[in-house]
């Protein structure tokens, strides 16, 4: 758990910061804000304050409520100077979105607003992540501006290049993703010891596998991959080294400390898996994997309907059960987790029976009548079953439900290391 104080400054990005602060308070860190008065323009303080459960400044000269305190921490008796006690803090000062301006002003050491007087306060590492339009970012004065900022130690975000905030424009000048930004803080950070994941290989399934009808269409299902990609965040964090074998995901950001593998079928996934499953310690089961697919698939073509036709028939054949092939082969040292998504009542007993069935150490089952979880949404509310028995974990968003699962994992090997 890292203090980071984010500085946001003035531009259309400001938006990403909102989702940086989301990513950062899941994975556990406390957060603060400060705005420049122009980042106001963009996102108001009341949006960062809800994220981040602390109050959010944007003067030098306006108390603090929270006495430069971070969430979780005590205020201090006295009432100290706000920038001062903040930054005095953090472990990380990262500003992001950086505006050309802004990033003027930090490489000249101006201290006109609290962003700035605070960055010329802060002893903790710097992070910068730059965001403007493209020739503002390759102009000669960013350019000697950014150089003079990474010369006195500040770690430098590169913007991304593609669409820019103003209609048509293209190039260099994106902000990073926040998942980009907070792998970046965290390698900042300080580590806080060994994590109870380190040394160890992971290998994650996400998403949905699409079997082919023709060259356009297929069966699929509604898996979106965030469980599975929460699931290799987390792990990462933790210390594992972490591979995600993903299905058909292609619109959720991806981690930079995670490898990713991406398949369509049920076929690519099983090869993919395979290929690495005899050097990892963890499987995480997470893929939805469609178990039945067109037998006589025409790759090749699009099927054309024909005159007065009114029905079809799809002949269809068993994919491989790949949890059940890779439990088959599996060997000392490794745990093995399935999902199970289940309609109400039987939930649990369906579970159990698959903990069986499919030789695995844990099955995560998921009751998906409920609307409020699971599929798409961004929380889950799942049970843990293990031979030793059951474990609830109550709806909380689908980080904090991966943390639960690992937990459960890490439980698992320390009781497979004391068994004789
Ligand atoms: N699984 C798999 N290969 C398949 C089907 C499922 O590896 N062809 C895995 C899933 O990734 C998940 C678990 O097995 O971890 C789910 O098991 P299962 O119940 O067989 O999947 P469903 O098809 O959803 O369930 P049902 O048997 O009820 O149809």
Same mark, same amino acid.
């Given at each position: 758990?890292?203090?980071?104080?984010?500085?946001?400054?003035?531009?259309?990005?400001?938006?990403?910061?909102?989702?940086?602060?989301?990513?950062?308070?899941?994975?556990?860190?406390?957060?603060?804000?400060?705005?420049?008065?122009?980042?106001?323009?963009?996102?108001?303080?009341?949006?960062?304050?809800?994220?981040?459960?602390?109050?959010?400044?944007?003067?030098?000269?306006?108390?603090?409520?929270?006495?430069?305190?971070?969430?979780?921490?005590?205020?201090?008796?006295?009432?100290?100077?706000?920038?001062?006690?903040?930054?005095?803090? %953090?472990?990380?000062?990262?500003?992001?979105? %950086?505006?050309?301006?802004?990033?003027?002003?930090?490489?000249?050491?101006?201290?006109?607003?609290?962003?700035?007087?605070?960055?010329?306060?802060?002893?903790?590492?710097?992070?910068?992540?730059?965001?403007?339009?493209?020739?503002?970012?390759?102009?000669?004065?960013?350019?000697?501006?950014?150089?003079?900022?990474?010369?006195?130690?500040?770690?430098?975000?590169?913007?991304?290049?593609?669409?820019?905030?103003?209609?048509?424009?293209?190039?260099?000048?994106?902000?990073?993703?926040?998942?980009?930004?907070?792998?970046?803080?965290?390698?900042?950070?300080?580590?806080?010891?060994?994590?109870?994941?380190?040394?160890?290989?992971?290998?994650?399934?996400?998403?949905?596998?699409?079997?082919?009808?023709?060259?356009?269409?297929?069966?699929?299902?509604?898996?979106?991959?965030?469980?599975?990609?929460?699931?290799?965040?987390?792990?990462?964090?933790?210390?594992?080294?972490?591979?995600?074998?993903?299905?058909?995901?292609?619109?959720?950001?991806?981690?930079?400390?995670?490898?990713?593998?991406?398949?369509?079928?049920?076929?690519?996934?099983?090869?993919?898996?395979?290929?690495?499953?005899?050097?990892?310690?963890?499987?995480?089961?997470?893929?939805?994997?469609?178990?039945?697919?067109?037998?006589?698939?025409?790759?090749?073509?699009?099927?054309?309907?024909?005159?007065?036709?009114?029905?079809?028939?799809?002949?269809?054949?068993?994919?491989?059960?790949?949890?059940?092939?890779?439990?088959?082969?599996?060997?000392?040292?490794?745990?093995?987790?399935?999902?199970?998504?289940?309609?109400?009542?039987?939930?649990?007993?369906?579970?159990?029976?698959?903990?069986?069935?499919?030789?695995?150490?844990?099955?995560?089952?998921?009751?998906?009548?409920?609307?409020?979880?699971?599929?798409?949404?961004?929380?889950?509310?799942?049970?843990?079953?293990?031979?030793?028995?059951?474990?609830?974990?109550?709806?909380?968003?689908?980080?904090?439900?991966?943390?639960?699962?690992?937990?459960?994992?890490?439980?698992?090997?320390?009781?497979?290391?004391?068994?004789?």
């Amino acid at each position: 758990m890292a203090r980071i104080l984010l500085g946001v400054s003035g531009g259309i990005a400001a938006y990403k910061a909102l989702e940086l602060v989301r990513l950062a308070t899941r994975a556990g860190h406390a957060v603060r804000v400060v705005q420049t008065p122009a980042s106001e323009r963009f996102v108001g303080r009341a949006s960062f304050a809800a994220l981040t459960g602390a109050p959010v400044l944007l003067d030098e000269f306006e108390p603090d409520p929270a006495r430069g305190a971070f969430p979780g921490d005590p205020p201090p008796a006295h009432d100290p100077l706000s920038h001062l006690e903040l930054v005095a803090n %953090a472990d990380v000062y990262v500003v992001a979105p %950086a505006s050309a301006n802004t990033i003027g002003k930090l490489a000249h050491g101006l201290a006109d607003n609290l962003l700035t007087s605070a960055a010329l306060a802060a002893t903790c590492p710097l992070l910068v992540a730059p965001a403007m339009n493209n020739h503002m970012w390759e102009h000669p004065a960013t350019r000697a501006n950014v150089e003079a900022l990474r010369a006195r130690g500040a770690a430098i975000l590169a913007p991304g290049t593609g669409a820019l905030a103003s209609k048509g424009e293209h190039g260099a000048g994106r902000l990073a993703e926040p998942a980009e930004i907070l792998a970046a803080i965290e390698k900042l950070v300080p580590a806080e010891g060994p994590g109870p994941l380190d040394g160890l290989t992971v290998l994650v399934t996400a998403g949905g596998t699409r079997e082919p009808i023709d060259s356009v269409r297929y069966i699929g299902n509604r898996s979106s991959g965030r469980m599975g990609f929460a699931l290799a965040g987390v792990a990462a964090r933790l210390g594992a080294q972490v591979t995600v074998v993903a299905a058909n995901v292609a619109d959720l950001p991806r981690d930079p400390r995670v490898t990713y593998v991406d398949v369509q079928t049920a076929g690519e996934l099983l090869d993919a898996a395979r290929a690495r499953f005899a050097a990892s310690d963890v499987l995480l089961m997470a893929a939805a994997v469609v178990d039945f697919r067109p037998a006589d698939a025409r790759t090749d073509t699009k099927l054309k309907k024909q005159d007065g036709q009114d029905d079809m028939t799809l002949a269809l054949a068993r994919t491989p059960d790949i949890l059940a092939t890779l439990g088959a082969e599996r060997r000392d040292g490794q745990t093995l987790v399935g999902f199970a998504a289940e309609h109400g009542d039987g939930a649990l007993a369906y579970g159990r029976a698959k903990l069986r069935a499919k030789g695995v150490d844990a099955i995560v089952v998921n009751d998906i009548a409920r609307t409020d979880i699971g599929f798409d949404s961004a929380a889950n509310e799942v049970t843990i079953v293990t031979a030793a028995g059951e474990t609830p974990v109550p709806r909380a968003p689908k980080p904090e439900v991966a943390r639960a699962i690992l937990d459960v994992v890490v439980g698992l090997r320390a009781q497979a290391v004391m068994r004789p």
